[in-house]
């Protein structure tokens, strides 16, 4: 599973990140949110997909290898 | 209040939506009057205050608070504006807040220079300083077994760090804090004949403390203020009131509102408070919770920039749009059981701190501060019950809900 973040719809919740810090980065400057993987391991696909759907700007896109 | 009388009550803000009238701040009728919007109206027109739209479901008010092309920000974000804007004045030369009131893409470049003080990356060196807020507030009257939860903590936490972060002396808190308190529940001609003065107040002041940072810089905002450089020039004097102004509002004003609601709704939950005392691992879901159903602003106002629609209702260029956070977060289209507080409800995407390009500054300090100060409230006075009798209601509560007095009883400690 590919994780993305698509940076024109993140706002900097945060939200995704304190649900799942080991797979996102938060930008220092502004919170900013981006993948800290590309490729999701599958014990961590469940996770991504609950952190993708908490996101309020719905940002977080997953893609099916 | 009598069944029938509520349901009369209730109808006629659906048929006249008035957040500002002296009837609506109560505990529930808010709550129902949003639930009927939402059945029966979605797209509401109201003649209150010259007239607008009220959008009470979550996809519309999320769709419009993206859309800052067509709903522009500029003109005023909340209804009535209580400082309008100076006919034939520009912007750059209004009494505005900053970034809150100004449109892309300029809000872009003021947008970049204030995320970096707020961003996620601070709250490490910031949380330090909230809990020992939190600890000295609850020390000044955990012996005496009483105090009020609004007066002796939900105010002064926000309000002594706000002041804190943005470098102005922490003693004169009151001074900055109680203005905004009072204009935010005070009758919209009230609020309005006294804003433009202490925001000119504030400005001399916090103009006066940049001056001296600006040869001196502390770890402060109005530090960073006076040293930064927006597309190549120092900020103006305008902007470094209209950037902390905002600051300040945003800090002391939403975050009071929202733990008091907390507070009020654990005293009587007992059952949840005892299950957040055994697991204080579900205290980051339970602030999430009370922030969706205890949002303290209720909505904020948009201008359509053009002829437009929402939801299929004609919207006409220079018409005035509310959008109710209050009320997408309790839409049952979005959140199942929308009025039970489900602490580990996920997905929580409510929209308390706004969404889009807007988005609160604020939101990650907030949500620290509420953390914390339920965190400590529990564990040093776990028994708190509020005297309901006691209990009031701001007296408006159409811009942001919120308890002005919320007395309790606990064990001494």
């Known amino acids: 599973m590919k994780l993305r973040v698509d940076g024109a719809r993140c706002q900097g919740h945060a939200l995704c990140h304190a649900a799942a810090p080991q797979l996102f980065r938060l930008r ?34 997953l893609d099916e290898d | 209040m009598l069944h029938g009388d509520r349901a009369r ?75 309008p804007p100076v006919e034939g004045l520009p912007p750059d030369q209004q009494l505005r807040m900053i970034p809150i009131d100004v449109d892309p893409p300029q809000f872009f470049a003021y947008r970049k220079l204030v995320d970096p003080l707020f961003s996620p990356a601070r709250l490490p060196h910031q949380e330090p300083d909230v809990r020992e807020i939190v600890g000295r507030l609850i020390d000044a009257f955990i012996a005496k077994g009483r105090c009020d939860l609004h007066e002796d903590f939900a105010k002064p936490l926000p309000g002594i ?24 529940h005070a009758k919209p001609e009230q609020a309005a004949a006294g804003a433009r003065d202490f925001y000119l107040d504030n400005a001399r002041a916090m103009l006066a403390v940049a001056a001296e940072r600006r040869s001196e810089p502390r ?9 930064a450089t927006l597309e190549g020039r120092p900020l103006r004097d305008l902007e470094i009131f209209g950037i902390a102004n905002l600051i300040l509002v945003g800090g002391v004003e939403t975050t009071t509102n929202a733990m008091g609601s907390a507070f009020v709704y654990l005293s009587r939950h007992p ?44 919207i006409r260029e220079g018409e005035r749009v509310l959008m109710l956070w209050a009320s997408a977060n309790r839409d049952e289209a979005e959140f199942p059981a929308p009025d039970d507080v489900i602490v580990d409800r996920h997905p929580n995407r409510h929209l308390t701190f706004g969404v889009g390009n807007h988005r609160c500054l604020g939101s990650n300090l907030a949500r620290l501060e509420f953390r914390i100060a339920l965190e400590e409230l529990l564990r040093r006075i776990p028994d708190f019950r509020v005297d309901e009798a006691g209990l009031r209601v701001q007296p408006d509560v159409g811009t942001t809900f919120g308890y002005g007095a919320i007395p309790v009883r606990f064990t001494p400690g």
């Open chain 2, 161 to 184: 760090l706000t002041v804190r972060i943005l470098g102005l002396p922490e003693a004169d808190w009151r001074r900055y804090a109680e203005p905004f308190h009072a204009a935010i």
């Open chain 2, 9 to 83: 009550l209730v109808r006629r803000f659906v048929e006249r939506f008035d957040h500002h009238d002296p009837e609506f701040a109560d505990e529930e009728i808010p709550f129902a009057v949003y639930a009927a919007l939402r059945r029966e109206r979605p797209v509401a027109w109201t003649d209150a205050h010259g007239g607008f739209w009220v959008v009470s479901r979550y996809a519309d008010v999320a769709r419009v608070a993206r859309d800052d092309l067509t709903f522009s920000s500029a003109r005023g974000i909340t209804i009535p504006h209580p400082v």
């Open chain 1, 28 to 61: 220092d400057e502004d919170g900013h949110s981006s993948p800290a993987l590309e490729d999701v391991p599958p014990e961590l696909e469940a996770l991504a997909a609950r952190a993708a759907r908490g996101c309020p700007e719905q940002a977080i896109l």
């Open chain 2, 219 to 227: 770890k402060d905002v109005l530090s960073a203020l006076a040293s």
């Open chain 2, 271 to 314: 059952e949840l408070r005892q299950r957040l005392i055994e697991s204080p691992g579900l205290l980051p879901g339970a602030v999430e919770e009370f922030l969706r159903v205890f949002a303290p602003v209720q909505g904020l106002a948009r201008t359509a920039m053009r002829d437009c629609e929402i939801a299929g209702q004609r």
